[in-house]
């Protein structure tokens, strides 16, 4: 039997986590790898926007379920069942964009240099920017 409030809880906190994490390869990673190795990661950046959109389905089955007061049997089912599939719909997606930035991310990062790594590491997103505007060396 599936425990609701441990969906609940565990689903709100997972995307407000992976909205952080996506700001982050948005403002900075992305931008460096572009730049470093003159590649396009927007498909990645379109994956994030779709995630996004998946995000709300099941912040919505969230909010339908928690505002039902004293639903019957059926619909309490019903609203569970939006709030796995919509939990599923984004899991499922997600699961393929983190295989897609393993096969794609991960790889220029490991091809950086100690020193590379380290100027990256410590700069800001801002200074990212900076690097981004330069020709590349």
């Excluded at 379109?46 to 339908?64: G, N, P, S």
Aim: charged share 25%; hydrophobic share 40%; aromatic share 10%.
């Amino acid at each position: 039997m599936i425990n609701v409030l441990f969906v609940l809880v565990v689903s709100l906190s997972l995307l407000a986590s992976m909205s952080s994490h996506e700001h982050y390869e948005e403002a900075k990673l992305y931008p460096f790898l572009c730049w470093k190795y003159e590649v396009k990661l927007s498909f990645l950046e379109r994956e994030h926007e779709q995630l996004h959109e998946e995000a709300e389905k099941v912040v919505a089955a969230v909010e339908e379920l928690v505002g039902q007061s004293n639903p019957t049997a059926e619909e309490f089912a019903t609203l569970k069942t939006r709030l796995v599939s919509a939990c599923f719909g984004y899991d499922s997606l997600l699961r393929r964009h983190l295989l897609e930035e393993e096969d794609c991310v991960i790889p220029m990062l490991l091809e950086l240099t100690p020193q590379e790594f380290e100027q990256y590491y410590d700069a800001s997103a801002h200074e990212v920017a900076k690097w981004t505007k330069q020709t590349r060396k």
